[in-house]
């Protein structure tokens, strides 16, 4: 559940390897990422448009995407930190008859 | 039709008869004082972007408490959107058989889909969804899950099945929000809280249908559509619990007869699953 906040970001887990940008974000813009009591800065490389994911850590291909600290789906190829993470590079595992 | 010979102008004669008895005994009735313990809230989400998971939503989730804990009763449906969450509806569950039943109606759900041959991604969410930042059904669900609030869930509700008791019940229902909402109201839902992102008109014809949303633009733009606008807590401006406190407000007074958009507005329908829910 979402704090009070004048982040630009909020992670909403310790767990997260997303934070969610409560305004839209540029290239190159140091951004301050909310997680409970604390925050932290950090350099979006690229845009991410208002309320998407961006990212906290390197994900390699496989790897579990958090959010809410839950699975929100797997990284289908190398994420950065910093860059914007939606369908693009973050795939379900549910509903495909492959899980 | 079958009673009526398969004539439609009988069926319609006698549809509107019915309608003016009803209509002649309905004219004595007044409104009367009566407990919160006597609402049953349909809690509903529709075109969601990432701030209905991340407030308006978990906003309804403390409606959920606070009426659950005043003895009254919360339903939430859309089984697709349980998928990736349905573990912490389980894990709340009242009886281990009603956890039972929460997977396995999800995973039936989730059976629907891989039989029909769809890719939830793109079907649900669907296209507004992804727009919006919306990456995956589990993003969706565990957004969509937190309408449920922190209680028991009671147990799990057949499509139009009315609640057993107070509490939070789950429905087994179509995500479609037209169907979902008709599944509330054949349970006994007088009211219904319904949470977007970018917009959505649609409310019952039957239920008042209170329309929320978080986003800031979606709230300055749809001032007519929306009858509580929870995006000061999105900025960061109030407290959820705050934002609960005035939410309660409102359902009081649309209990007590003050209008809703929708129902200014004449908006509306109702929608019964019949072959088979969608997806």
Redesign the interface.
């Known amino acids: ?7 630009d970001a ?1 992670r ?1 887990s310790p767990a997260d390897n997303v934070a ?1 940008v ?1 305004r839209a974000v540029t290239a190159g813009q140091s951004i301050c990422v909310q997680c409970g009591d604390r925050a932290e800065m950090l350099t979006a490389t690229e845009s991410v ?5 961006i990212s906290l850590a390197a994900i390699a291909p496989g790897e579990l995407v958090w ?2 600290g ?4 797997v990284a289908t190829g190398e994420i950065r930190p910093g860059v914007h ?3 693009h590079n ?8 492959t899980r | 039709m079958d009673d009526c010979g398969q004539d439609a102008i009988t069926l319609t004669e006698r549809a509107l008869r019915a309608g003016a008895e009803l209509a002649y005994r309905i004219s004595a009735q007044t409104r009367q004082a009566a407990p919160l313990s006597a609402l049953i809230l349909g809690l509903e989400c529709g075109r969601s ?3 209905s ?3 308006a939503n ?1 906003l309804l989730g403390l409606i959920a408490d606070r009426l659950g804990n005043a003895g009254g009763a919360t339903m939430i449906g859309e089984t ?1 959107e349980w ?3 349905e573990h ?1 509806l389980a894990g709340r569950a009242r009886t281990p058989a009603v956890a039972d039943a929460v997977r396995n109606a999800a995973l039936a759900r ?1 059976q629907m ?2 039989a029909a041959g ?4 793109g079907n ?1 969410p669907g296209p507004t969804n ?1 727009a ?2 919306l ?5 969706k669900s ?2 969509n899950v ?1 309408k449920s609030g922190s209680g028991p869930i009671e147990g799990l509700l057949a499509y139009g099945e009315a609640p057993r008791g107070p509490g939070v019940w789950v429905m087994d229902a179509a995500s479609y929000a037209p169907e979902s909402l008709t599944g509330f109201v054949l349970a006994g839902a007088q009211m219904m809280l319904f949470t977007t ?1 970018v917009g959505n008109s649609y409310v019952s014809a039957i239920a008042p249908t209170i329309k929320l949303s978080a ?1 800031p ?1 979606t709230c300055a733009r749809l001032r007519q559509q929306l009858d509580f606008d929870a995006s000061s ?2 900025r ?5 619990e705050w934002a609960a406190d005035r939410l309660l407000e409102v359902i009081v007074g649309t209990a007590s007869g003050h209008a809703t958009w929708g129902e200014v507005l004449r908006e509306g329908n109702e929608t019964v699953s019949r072959f088979g829910a969608a997806l």
């Open positions: 559940m979402m704090a009070v906040t004048d982040a909020i909403l969610t409560l448009p208002f309320c998407h994911k959010k809410y839950e699975v929100i789906g993470v939606h369908v973050l795939a379900s595992r549910r509903g495909k008859g | 972007d990432p701030s998971g991340l407030v978990p697709t998928l990736g969450a912490l989730e889909a891989i769809v890719d939830l991604t649900n992804i919006a930042g990456s995956s059904i589990e993003e565990l957004g937190a992102g986003n633009e807590v999105f960061g401006r109030q407290t959820i």
